[in-house]
Structures are given as structure tokens and as C-alpha cells.
């Protein structure tokens, strides 16, 4: 039986993960910080009969606390989603998630548990693959202010402007983050 810590595990993807492993007959921790983004009430002692923790993942000494109880592998889904609403997100995404994760690395590595399933998105690759009927596989450009003014959300052709199918996007494709989160 391995021991899996869930950060974010009282979440959207969290709670089936720490389903599917309760499920798989494995013991696991849950570590949530309620976050005001994502709950509105207080979280539940449990996920799916696994403790939750209620601490962010920034807690260093709370963090490695957790850890230090034998935990074998960590699925880390602890994140602040979505695209924000202006620059004064920036410090609290920037915070969960990027000090959140080198925390927990740190973490990890001090109490020489070194197995992590990270999550990440589909943001990264920018607008996803798309496909113009009659050029095949393109890479939408960013959205014009002058679309963007007019209510046109959907990207199009860069080279005909014709209107784009969306497709699958391949774990290899060009990364081409463009919001902060
Ligand atoms: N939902 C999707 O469609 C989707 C798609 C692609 C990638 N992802 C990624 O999967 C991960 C989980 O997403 P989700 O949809 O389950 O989001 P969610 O908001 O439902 O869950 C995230 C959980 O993390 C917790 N959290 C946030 N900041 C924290 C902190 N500092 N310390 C501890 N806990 C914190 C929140 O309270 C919440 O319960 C994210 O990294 C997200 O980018 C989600
Ligand atoms: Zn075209």
C-alpha cells in the first residue's frame, strides 16, 4: 500500500483523484487550503474517506509535517485556476502556484520522498491546435484589440482568416503561455 499525499485534493480533479486511489486500495492524505477561488464554505474533515489537512501549500513547516508521516508519492493538484480578473491576481496565482510547487520540491526532496505527479494545462500551449479547412494545422495568432472589441472570441486563419476548427493537442507541441496563470 503506498501512502499518497493529494495537495488540492478537496478540488475539481483532487477529489476524483483521491477517489481513484481510496478505490485502488491505496492510504491517502488530503491537503487543502479551502481557497477563497475555488470554495465558498468551509472544506470537509474528508475527501473520500481521506483526511484533509487544511494548510496552503506555502506553510513550509505544515507542509513538512505532512510529509514526514510516510508519505510515499505526491499528486500535486493545488492551484489557483483560471485567468484571473486583473493585475492585482497576479501576486496570489504567482504565489500558489509557483512558490506553492517550489515549496512542496523542497519539501520533498528534505524528506527524500521523490516520486510527484504534477499537474499542469493546457493554458501552456497558448490557443491549443486548430485547423483551417483549407490550410490545414495552423497556430492562431493572439486576439486584435479591434476583435476583441467587436465580441469575436473565436481565433481564425492567420493566413486566410477563415473560421478555425479546434483539435487535440499533443503533450510535444511549442509551449506559448500567455496569461499568468
Ligand atoms: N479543471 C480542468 O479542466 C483542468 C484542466 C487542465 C489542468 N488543470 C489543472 O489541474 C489542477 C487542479 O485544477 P482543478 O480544476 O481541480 O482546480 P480547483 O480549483 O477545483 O482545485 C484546486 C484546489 O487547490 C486548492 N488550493 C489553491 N491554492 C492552494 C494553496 N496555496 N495551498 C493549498 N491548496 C490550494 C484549492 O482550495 C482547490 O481545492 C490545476 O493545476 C489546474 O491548472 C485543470
Ligand atoms: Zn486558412
Redesign the pocket.
Given at each position: 500500500m503506498t501512502h499518497v499525499l493529494v495537495?488540492?485534493?478537496?478540488?475539481?480533479?483532487?477529489t476524483h483523484v483521491v477517489t481513484a486511489l481510496h478505490d485502488a486500495g491505496h492510504r491517502v492524505t488530503v491537503?487543502?487550503?479551502?481557497?477563497p477561488?475555488?470554495?465558498r464554505g468551509p472544506l470537509p474533515d474528508t475527501v473520500a474517506g481521506a483526511p484533509l489537512v487544511r494548510?496552503?501549500?506555502?506553510d513550509r513547516p505544515a507542509l513538512a509535517a505532512v510529509l514526514a508521516d510516510g508519505v510515499d508519492a505526491v499528486v500535486h493538484?493545488?492551484?489557483?485556476?483560471g485567468l484571473g480578473v486583473d493585475l492585482d491576481d497576479l501576486p496570489e496565482y504567482v504565489?500558489?502556484?509557483d512558490l506553492?510547487t517550489a515549496v512542496l520540491l523542497a519539501v520533498m526532496a528534505r524528506a527524500g520522498v521523490h516520486r510527484l505527479v504534477l499537474?499542469?494545462?493546457?493554458?501552456v500551449y497558448g490557443e491549443g491546435a486548430y485547423a483551417c479547412a483549407g490550410h490545414g494545422p495552423v497556430r492562431p495568432a493572439p486576439r486584435t484589440v479591434a476583435d476583441l472589441a467587436a465580441g469575436r472570441y473565436e481565433p481564425t486563419c492567420p493566413r486566410c482568416a477563415a473560421p478555425l476548427t479546434p483539435g487535440l493537442v499533443d503533450e510535444d507541441d511549442p509551449l506559448d503561455p500567455r496569461s499568468v496563470?
Amino acid at each position: 500500500m503506498t501512502h499518497v499525499l493529494v495537495t488540492g485534493g478537496a478540488g475539481f480533479i483532487g477529489t476524483h483523484v483521491v477517489t481513484a486511489l481510496h478505490d485502488a486500495g491505496h492510504r491517502v492524505t488530503v491537503v487543502d487550503s479551502g481557497h477563497p477561488g475555488a470554495h465558498r464554505g468551509p472544506l470537509p474533515d474528508t475527501v473520500a474517506g481521506a483526511p484533509l489537512v487544511r494548510i496552503d501549500v506555502r506553510d513550509r513547516p505544515a507542509l513538512a509535517a505532512v510529509l514526514a508521516d510516510g508519505v510515499d508519492a505526491v499528486v500535486h493538484q493545488a492551484a489557483m485556476v483560471g485567468l484571473g480578473v486583473d493585475l492585482d491576481d497576479l501576486p496570489e496565482y504567482v504565489g500558489c502556484n509557483d512558490l506553492g510547487t517550489a515549496v512542496l520540491l523542497a519539501v520533498m526532496a528534505r524528506a527524500g520522498v521523490h516520486r510527484l505527479v504534477l499537474a499542469s494545462s493546457m493554458v501552456v500551449y497558448g490557443e491549443g491546435a486548430y485547423a483551417c479547412a483549407g490550410h490545414g494545422p495552423v497556430r492562431p495568432a493572439p486576439r486584435t484589440v479591434a476583435d476583441l472589441a467587436a465580441g469575436r472570441y473565436e481565433p481564425t486563419c492567420p493566413r486566410c482568416a477563415a473560421p478555425l476548427t479546434p483539435g487535440l493537442v499533443d503533450e510535444d507541441d511549442p509551449l506559448d503561455p500567455r496569461s499568468v496563470y
